[in-house]
């Protein structure tokens, strides 16, 4: 079987053999370029892509999404019984206005996405079949896998796809995919057949695989109304059989799922999922863990991994991401509209402590741009030592000698944040800043997060590092900030190096670009970012097989509890 | 007797109302705007605007109290002529959508809608569709010349359309922001009223708070019941013990132990309770994990933990005072009197001492009934208890108005009816307290 490998992929491939990128990152670049997993195997493993194509026989990209958690099972898997999860059970109406990740747990089981990011960083087809990228990555193909039911028994076709498309590019919907996709207009939006849908973007980029893997690009079918509690229909493994904001949501198992499990079965194992929230502030979701009532907590804060870390009965996984807590400033407001003020800030930090009391250390120091470890973009930059007396120099410099009183706002529901701005409140005293706290609980932070002159905002994990870039710092067109870039800062040299990493997929160059980005974001962006922080799963060692997503998300269709 | 119950059940009235208004009022000044927390920080002046209205935020305050006591689709049948039909249906997981329908004389419910300038009515169907039909002959002439239509429109509001406006209306539809001319110039939200037990529908949850709110005093009910009938007779039993015996030890002991459970926060007992009983014991569950809609009746175990949190407080503190009086009642000439008439020491006990020690553990007992309900917040935190505390905590939080102006009236209307049967016991513990 002849197929046609992308050019890139070659050129990849020639890197991997340099040893100028890992085997993990050529594994990740040519199956976004929609070479299957054993192809670009076989690739990394020997050999030319030209051999690859000829002989490999793998059909496009047609696996079930690998999923490595533990050691794989073997035989043991035992089906039926039911999940219980602690967690925030949100309002939600339409999916795709989603701006929670924890308002997606739920529904994730219902509605399902085109592609899946895996734990290694890998995007893989899901609801598609396969995709493929022209050589100068402007259009897209994306190939929908055929007999796919949704649990109203309507097959899924293209046009349940375009129906998503649209929903996401249109401006007014307010969806983060508008901004994620900024690189697609939706008249470039094309389905060819029922099954094949085309992409003609305006910017080359290489995110699409990933952006459609992100939470809220789950799939709900054209007759949509928008209101999913009301029309629970997706495809699924389970169904949405109850859903009490604020208290509970209970999730049955399809009989008919597309998935087969390792016993050649219609996935998932369990019979039900029981998402229940105690309270606002979560604080009995550790006793409720404790005396057997849940058996894993979503989205753990360190609190309770501090409290189950050494604990017998329970499997603590541990995943170092991207996400992190944001100390965002308004550029386009006084005191932080001048860079020196800015930088002067940056110098009160001491990261280390910051690490230590937000996180116990669980994490990476950050240099003030948002690029991670996690992201394979990462260049180590030094962040600004922790230095006072250069702190009081420059705020002198920005003409404010007798220093500054400024007001922070900050989530009280999350911890880190309220530790990172009570060290920051202490150690910015001798650099001449007067910081007034002003706690709230997330739900009216949320309300009010781009308004805010200073606040500390929780930002999700991203799998590529440009990604979470341009969502959150760059403007519209007209040179007004993005919907999401809650610091008001638009910087034209830094967007059109962005512009420019979004449409590379040499991962080399990238990386320098990024480079240069986390260069400009240290200097002149207007965040401060002191740390990234670790993500954990925390489950009873009698669940299996949750997938140790960086993104948090919380998948559960092939997890299985012992009987 | 049967005077006195009627004049006190018309002051309760008055005083209903009167703290209606003062409840309204409060979240009415509070500052905050109800259009804009809902929109959210991108919204432009004239969504805003648009919002504003069609939340019927720009009718004066008046008419919007009488709205939200009474209801507004009375004064919808003022202006549209024909009579309202809400009607309650199952759509997905939302067992009790709400729409709200005008009746036609030949029964059928009928909405409005103008597109494109043209006016169309829609027929509700049998089978819960419904049948759009041209409707341009019903426009009617208005004084100033231009033609007008008052109807219902499609999202549970009465509407007055003009002919050929160009007014736009902004509307958070699923796709977004929805910009359509021809939009209605004035807005009647409609709804039943709080008297007829429609509170409006919380801006937090998308459902009508009387749903949710009802939920959650239930839930507190019955913990506060069960935590009055726990704590109640055992702690009026255990000052009566003590006040009887005042200075032995047996006093000692129980005075000791109240001072200790009335003393100690419920939060730390909560947790200390926890810990022995659900962590290290494992023998009662830890937190109210309600896993389906009737947990409480599947597992009643799920209280145990709660409701001796909620109980130890408040034996300690109703034991102390309990005792005192018992001890001051023991004291007074007329038990010495009853004493040396040669009663026995029983009834003694049972005859006076009883009736009268108990008017002040009546009094505060009564108080707490209300803090029972509304004031569980910290016991509902420790647990994860869906109660109403919590839930008037939040929807304050969230400026939820309708969820937090309900919340209110149902702690004052539990406030006034508490008093109310607190005095009714006085006079029949104590006979020389008569009310005419």
New interface residues.
């Given amino acids: 079987m002849e197929k046609k490998i992308h050019p890139l992929v070659t050129e990849a491939n020639q890197q991997l053999r340099e040893g100028k990128i890992t085997r993990r990152d050529f594994l990740r670049l040519s199956t976004l370029l929609g070479l299957t997993v054993a192809s670009a195997e076989f690739l990394a493993a020997c050999g030319t892509p030209e051999q690859a194509a000829t002989e490999v026989p793998a059909p496009a990209a047609t696996e079930a999404p690998v999923v490595a958690t533990e050691a794989p099972a073997t035989g043991g898997i035992v089906r039926g019984g039911t999940l219980?999860c602690?967690t925030r059970i949100e309002?939600v109406?339409?999916p795709a206005t989603t701006s929670l990740i924890s308002a997606a747990q739920p529904w994730r089981h219902v509605i399902e996405y085109l592609t899946h990011t895996d734990p290694t960083g890998v995007t893989h087809p899901y609801l598609l079949e396969s995709w493929n990228a022209s050589d100068d990555l402007l259009t897209w193909t994306l190939i929908l896998r055929k007999g796919i039911k949704f649990n109203n028994g309507q097959e899924l076709t293209a046009d349940d796809v375009m129906f998503n498309f649209?929903?996401w590019l249109?401006?007014?919907?307010?969806s983060s995919m508008f901004g994620a996709m900024s690189y697609l207009d939706l008249s470039g939006v094309e389905k060819t057949d029922d099954y094949t849908i085309t992409l003609k973007l305006k910017t080359p980029s290489i995110f699409i695989p990933e952006h459609l893997a992100q939470y809220p690009a789950g799939i709900v079918p054209a007759s949509?109304?928008?209101?999913i509690?009301?029309?629970?229909i997706g495809t699924g493994a389970f169904t949405?059989?109850?859903?009490?904001?604020?208290?509970?949501c209970?999730l049955k198992a399809r009989k008919d799922y597309w998935r087969n499990g390792a016993d050649g079965k219609p996935l998932p194992y369990l019979d039900e999922i029981?998402m229940?929230?105690?309270?606002?502030?979560?604080?009995?979701?550790l006793?409720?863990y404790?005396?057997?009532?849940?058996d894993t907590i979503l989205e753990p804060n360190v609190a309770i991994w501090e409290a189950l870390k050494d604990d017998a009965d329970t499997t603590v996984v541990a995943t170092p991401t991207g996400a992190t807590r944001v100390l965002r400033l308004r550029a386009d407001q006084e005191p932080w509209n001048k860079v020196e003020v800015v930088q002067a800030l940056k110098h009160c930090h001491n990261r280390e402590k910051i690490l230590a009391l937000a996180l116990q250390g669980q994490g990476t120091i950050g240099n003030d741009s948002h690029v991670s470890q996690a992201n394979p973009e990462f260049n180590d930059i030094p962040p600004y030592p922790f230095d006072t007396a250069k702190s009081k120099e420059l705020l002198t410099a920005a003409g404010y000698p007798d220093g500054l009183t400024v007001e922070l706002a900050v989530a009280s529901d999350w911890p880190e944040s309220m530790a990172y701005a009570q060290a920051l409140k202490e150690d910015a005293i001798a650099g001449g800043f007067t910081i007034n706290l002003n706690p709230m609980?997330a739900?009216?932070y949320w309300?009010?997060?781009?308004?805010f002159n200073m606040g500390i905002t929780w930002w999700s994990h991203r799998t590529l590092a440009p990604m979470i870039l341009a969502v959150a710092y760059t403007g519209n067109p007209d040179g007004t900030p993005a919907?999401w870039n809650e610091s008001h800062w638009v910087d034209q040299e830094f967007s059109d190096i962005l512009t420019e990493a979004v449409g590379t997929l040499d991962l080399e160059k990238r990386k320098e670009l990024v480079g240069k980005l986390q260069v400009i974001q240290k200097e002149r962006g207007t965040i401060c970012l002191p740390f990234f922080m670790s993500v954990w799963k925390i489950y009873k060692k009698n669940i299996h097989d949750i997938e140790p997503t960086p993104d948090e998300y919380a998948i559960f269709y092939e997890t299985w509890k012992d009987a | 007797m049967a005077r006195y119950i009627v004049r006190r059940l018309l002051t309760m009235l008055l005083t209903m109302i009167l703290v209606s208004m003062l409840v309204f009022a409060i979240v009415e000044i509070a500052p905050g705007n109800v259009a804009r927390n809902i929109l959210g920080a991108y919204a432009t002046p004239e969504q805003e605007a648009s919002m504003s209205r069609q939340l019927g935020l720009t009718r004066p305050v008046s008419i919007r109290y009488i709205s939200w006591l009474f209801g507004s689709d009375w004064q919808a049948k003022g202006e549209i002529g024909l009579p309202m039909a809400q009607i309650i249906s199952e759509q997905g997981l939302v067992k009790n959508a709400r729409e709200w329908w005008a009746v036609a004389p030949n029964g059928e419910h009928l909405q409005w809608t103008v597109e494109e300038g043209k006016l169309y009515k829609l027929v509700l169907l049998a089978d819960g569709n419904t049948e759009k039909i041209l409707d341009e002959s019903s426009w009617k002439a208005g004084e100033d010349g231009d033609e007008y239509f008052w109807g219902v429109d499609t999202a549970n509001r009465a509407a007055k359309w003009v002919k050929g406006s160009k007014d736009i209306e902004y509307r958070l539809d699923y796709s977004g922001w929805v910009e359509s001319t021809g939009a209605p110039v004035e807005y009647i939200p409609l709804s039943k009223g709080l008297i007829r037990g429609d509170a409006g529908v919380s801006l937090r949850y998308q459902a009508p708070v009387s749903e949710v709110i009802g939920r959650r005093i239930l839930n507190s009910f019955i913990l506060a019941a069960l935590a009055i009938v726990v704590s109640i007779p055992t702690a009026v039993i255990l000052g009566l013990i003590a006040g009887l015996n005042e200075g032995k030890l047996i006093d000692r002991i129980i005075s000791i132990g109240g001072l200790i459970t009335a003393g100690s926060p419920d939060f730390a007992t909560g947790i200390l309770l926890i810990m022995v009983f659900a962590i290290w014991l494992k023998v009662l569950p830890g937190a109210a994990v309600f896993t389906s809609a009737d947990a409480l009746w599947k597992n009643p175990n799920l209280l145990v933990l709660p409701v001796l949190t909620a109980s130890l407080v408040e034996i300690g503190y109703v034991l102390r005072i309990t005792r005192s009086s018992v001890v001051e009642v023991m004291n007074s000439p007329y038990v010495r009197t009853a004493i040396l008439k040669g009663l026995t020491y029983r009834q003694v006990v049972t005859r006076h001492v009883l009736r009268n020690a108990m008017m002040a553990p009546i009094t505060v007992i009564m108080l707490h009934v209300n803090w029972f309900i509304g004031g569980l917040v910290v016991v509902e935190s420790v647990f994860g208890y869906p109660g109403l505390g919590s839930f008037i905590l939040n929807a304050a939080l969230f400026k939820d108005v309708y969820s937090i102006e309900a919340g209110a009236m149902v702690l004052i209307l539990l406030a006034v009816g508490t008093q109310l049967i607190a005095d009714l016991i006085y006079s029949l513990v104590n006979p020389r307290i008569r009310y005419s």
């Fill in positions: 219980t602690a309002r109406d339409n649209k929903q249109t401006e007014s919907v307010q949509f109304g928008g209101d509690t009301k029309e629970p949405m059989e109850e859903y009490v904001v604020g208290e509970r209970v029981i229940v929230q105690l309270g606002d502030d979560r604080s009995a979701d006793s409720a404790q005396s057997g009532q849940v609980p739900s009216q309300e009010g997060w781009t308004d919907a």
